[in-house]
């Protein structure tokens, strides 16, 4: 939706984020007895191996696993606590080298044998899946808190930070370590613009994201300063870890870093209580493949998460899911990436009443009585740019009545329909022709320069990504643009002066 040095840290407050996700790896904690977990030697990454590679991997004797292999132990891990033998592997591919060429490759799982619509791929029992119920142990708790100021994301973050303290004696050390590997990226090997630099953030300029992302940073932010709550709330499950108050021990950048990664791989299941509504599930996402136009779902089925898959797979293939139906602006910030594909993307157009018309009220009911709110969000779909804006001419006709006789004529009337005259018309189409472009001029760049950089392939990943994103936003922009002034040359005489609007709605 990776872990933190003592150096990283520091710098993770000064505004880096390239250290590792979960927590710093010097902890403040007081010693104590406790006995070690011990992992299973590491000797493959095939989740249901064939008989000849059975042979070749005998179970090993139980080692306590050198720090370079025990981010390989995690499907060791996995078959020990219990994993049903599936039929999936776990592959690795290459990513950019960006970070002084030490960037891990990707883990994905794939096809471990040629799959058919219909066919379970893996089952991930409950014991192995981290929920509230499984960190707080108490529904009621869990209802409290969420319903109060923290989120299901915060408190599983705060609860594997804690746990990443804890090292090789945390049960979810290997998992821990598998999350610290992908660091939050996304299939692209992006992490969510949350974790951008400031200059980086600049790619997304003229997008509504990049408010977005101020909005959300200021959210973890506050759910931070309530971390504190959960500590007290919930003393007996914090009993068990002999360190600082949440935010004595973290730093609200090394949280950030957390919460970002919790959010890039957490799953949202349903039928399920709200104590296991969000869960993060070993062999689910980061390690699934996310596309809009995918009907597979990870599912609760009694003790265990499943995968059933929607199409066929070749051996090998990267295994899809459904990430939801999600904006491809929801996507990058929560994942950090682009779908193409996306049947879900939308860009939206608020427009509003003026409220200091006199006549606000009465235009305000007209706008209810057909469904709108004086506030209203039209939402711009690919492919129906031009119904989107006649939806939206009616309402931006309110705001040129003027006559109170004929307000009152249109509350005692039926529908939503305004006396239209050539200029009026004129009017509503210019506004929202100059709204147009004044929106596609706040982008640095034109559709066709992204087109360009877009082909000469060379971009770094998150200026692709941003590109990608606001080539998108564009595209639907122009439509929208290219209807309007197929409105215009449709009127009786597209020459008409437009009518004076001293009150016409705002659109932003």
Request: proline share 8%; net charge negative.
């Amino acid at each position: 939706m990776a872990s933190v040095s003592p150096a990283a840290a520091a710098a993770a407050v000064s505004g880096s984020h390239h250290g590792r996700l979960l927590l710093p790896s010097s902890p403040r904690r007081l010693p104590r007895p406790r006995p070690r977990l011990r992992l299973a030697a590491c000797h493959a990454d095939t989740l249901l191996p064939s008989s000849s590679s059975e042979a070749r991997a005998p179970s090993a004797p139980a080692v306590e696993p050198s720090s370079e292999s025990a981010t390989d132990c995690f499907v060791d891990w996995l078959r020990a606590r219990g994993l049903p033998p599936g039929k999936v592997d776990i592959r690795e591919r290459p990513v950019p080298c960006l970070r002084d060429g030490k960037d891990l490759p990707l883990r994905y799982v794939a096809a471990g044998v040629d799959l058919q619509a219909g066919d379970v791929a893996f089952e991930v029992p409950m014991s192995l899946v981290v929920t509230l119920e499984r960190v707080l142990g108490d529904e009621s708790i869990a209802e409290l808190l969420t319903n109060n100021k923290l989120s299901e994301l915060a408190c599983l973050a705060l609860y594997l930070m804690y746990e990443k303290k804890q090292g090789k004696d945390s049960f979810w050390y290997p998992y821990i370590k598998e999350l610290d590997r992908h660091r939050g990226r996304g299939q692209l090997a992006v992490e969510s613009p949350l974790l951008w630099t400031e200059s980086e953030l600049d790619y997304l300029t003229g997008s509504p994201l990049k408010d977005e992302v101020v909005a959300r940073d200021e959210a973890i932010r506050r759910e931070y300063n309530e971390l504190d709550t959960l500590w007290f709330m919930a003393g007996s499950l914090f009993q068990q870890y002999p360190f600082d108050i949440p935010t004595e021990a973290f730093p609200f950048e090394i949280f950030k870093q957390a919460f970002v990664a919790v959010q890039s791989c957490v799953v949202h299941l349903q039928k399920v209580s709200l104590a296991r509504r969000f869960a993060l599930v070993p062999l689910g996402p980061p390690l699934l493949t996310y596309k809009s136009n995918c009907k597979a779902m990870l599912t609760a089925d009694g003790d265990s998460v499943r995968l059933v898959v929607d199409r066929p797979y070749k051996a090998g293939e990267p295994i899809i899911i459904w990430c939801g139906p999600q904006t491809n602006s929801r996507l990058v910030l929560n994942y950090g990436f682009v779908d193409e594909d996306n049947p879900f993307d939308r860009i939206a157009i608020e427009a509003s009443l003026n409220t200091e018309d006199r006549q606000y009220q009465e235009k305000r009911m007209v706008a209810q009585r057909n469904g709108k709110l004086a506030i209203q969000n039209f939402n711009v779909y690919v492919g129906k740019e031009k119904q989107t804006v006649a939806e939206m001419l009616p309402y931006l006709r309110l705001g040129y009545i003027s006559d109170p006789d004929e307000m009152q004529s249109i509350l005692s009337s039926e529908g939503d329909t305004c006396p239209l005259s050539p200029c009026t018309e004129r009017a509503v189409l210019d506004q929202l022709v100059g709204y147009l472009e004044s929106r596609l001029a706040g982008y640095p760049t034109t559709l066709d320069e992204d087109e360009a950089m877009l082909a000469d392939g060379s971009l770094e990943p998150k200026k692709e990504v941003a590109t990608r994103l606001v080539r998108l936003e564009k595209k639907m922009l122009h439509a929208c643009l290219q209807a309007t002034n197929e409105f215009i040359n449709d009127l009786p005489d597209h020459t008409v002066s437009p009518c004076p609007a001293p009150y016409a709605p705002e659109l932003k």
